[in-house]
């Protein structure tokens, strides 16, 4: 079975917890013994992800010191990391406690409605509103990208005079 793929539903508890449904559980303790890294994703959802693969997806931006003491733009990306991750484990009842930093940058206060989507090396948690929003744009890029290839492929059918 794919590991980390599906969407499920759920609520931010009043203290900040979501709960995980089992198969992201099991698969998170079978990776990583349920320790996981929760991190502010640009587009505005969190990841979790096996600490693991967080350490390693950080290697090769935090590989060229020197680089990083020279760059304005390296310090700011290591700024981002470090103030939107924290550290987690997962509990034995398959909860998360996401601190209240990440929450209000992800729009889930207590009672929030959230989606858990399964990106193959983690989990991403999603704003349900957020998470629509987001799937309407993947939809329209999708729809663009149909149509620009169809376009190419009649013009480069007229340009070999093939015929219609």
Request: proline fraction near 4%.
């Amino acid at each position: 079975m794919l590991p980390f793929s599906g969407c499920e539903h759920c609520l931010v508890d009043s203290n900040g917890r979501l709960r995980l449904c089992q198969r992201f559980v099991d698969e998170f303790l079978a990776e990583c013994k349920g320790e996981i890294v929760i991190y502010g994703l640009p587009e505005g959802a969190l990841a979790l992800y096996p600490e693991k693969v967080f350490r390693e997806m950080r290697e090769k931006e935090l590989g060229d010191i020197n680089r990083i003491g020279a760059s304005f733009a390296a310090r700011r990306s290591l700024r981002r990391f470090g103030s939107l991750s924290a550290p987690e484990v997962i509990s034995r009842q398959g909860r998360v406690t996401i601190p209240e930093h990440l929450r209000t940058f992800a729009g889930l206060p207590p009672g929030a409605a959230a989606a858990v989507v399964g990106v193959e090396i983690g989990v991403e948690i999603w704003a349900k509103e957020r998470l629509e929003r987001e799937m309407e744009s993947i939809e329209q890029d999708e729809q663009s990208a149909r149509e620009r290839e169809l376009e190419e492929y009649r013009n480069n059918r007229n340009t070999t005079g093939e015929s219609r």
